[in-house]
């Protein structure tokens, strides 16, 4: 299975501060890499899709890059709704898809 | 509007069986990749299974064997079985539904979630 490595595990920062995740594959996987958040009790939502396309609704100040296997998500500027954890995924192989472990954005 | 709604977890005995269900509503189970995603408690996301719309089935290695996924195209309803279940099943099962762009399958909807607890 293609392994997704994320850092930082976790990270404390303040409201306005500019946020950059990194995730690296264990293979090339060209751009097929999604972002997704997750607040406490709630289900993950959709960020990005295909490293570096918003979805629909997603705030602007939130971006994707990335491609081979080295992937970033960027927060412009954190707002205090984006409190949560974070996490990338690979789509390459959609027999097995896989998460990071995971980035954890608090205070 | 899009809409999955998961059912089925509670409390099970190590080597018992359990069936989650996800209603869907909104868009047609049978047309999309449907898939299953656990958590255990405190960490992270974890593929269980997949559901091609044209029938084929995988499954993560840690449940191969044990877990079946499979849909009601009556109901609008995917499912999953999962049998011979351990404590390292504990997790909250989420339904998603991988979107179709250009062959990324990004998860756009999920459900709220449903718990399962394995222990005696």
């Known amino acids: 299975d293609i392994q997704m490595t994320q850092s930082p595990s976790s990270l404390s920062v303040s409201v306005g501060d500019r946020v950059t995740i990194t995730c690296r594959a264990s293979?090339?996987?060209?751009?097929?890499v999604n972002w997704y958040h997750q607040r406490p009790g709630k289900a993950p939502k959709l960020l990005i899709y295909?490293?570096?396309t918003l979805q629909s609704g997603v705030p602007s100040r939130f971006s994707g890059s990335g491609s081979g296997t080295d992937f970033t998500l960027t927060i412009s500027s954190l707002q205090p709704e984006d409190f949560a954890t974070y996490y990338c995924q690979q789509t390459y192989n959609t027999h097995a898809v896989t998460f990071g472990g995971g980035t954890k954005v608090e205070i | 509007e899009v809409q999955l709604v998961e059912s089925g977890g509670g409390l099970v005995q190590p080597g018992g069986s359990l069936r989650l269900s996800c209603a869907a509503s909104g868009f047609t189970v049978s047309s999309n990749y449907m898939t299953w995603v656990r958590q255990a408690p405190g960490k992270g996301l974890e593929w269980v299974s997949v559901?091609?719309?044209?029938?084929?089935?995988f499954y993560a290695d840690s449940v191969k064997g044990r877990f079946t996924v499979s849909r009601d195209n009556s109901k609008n309803t995917l499912y999953l079985q999962m049998s011979s279940l351990r404590a390292e099943d504990t997790a909250v099962y989420y339904c998603a539904r991988g979107r179709d762009s250009s062959g990324y399958f990004p998860f756009d909807y999920w459900g709220q979630g449903t718990l399962v607890t394995v222990s005696s």
């Open positions: 293979q090339s996987i060209s751009n097929y």
């Open positions: 559901l091609y719309s044209g029938g084929n089935t």
């Open positions: 295909a490293a570096s």
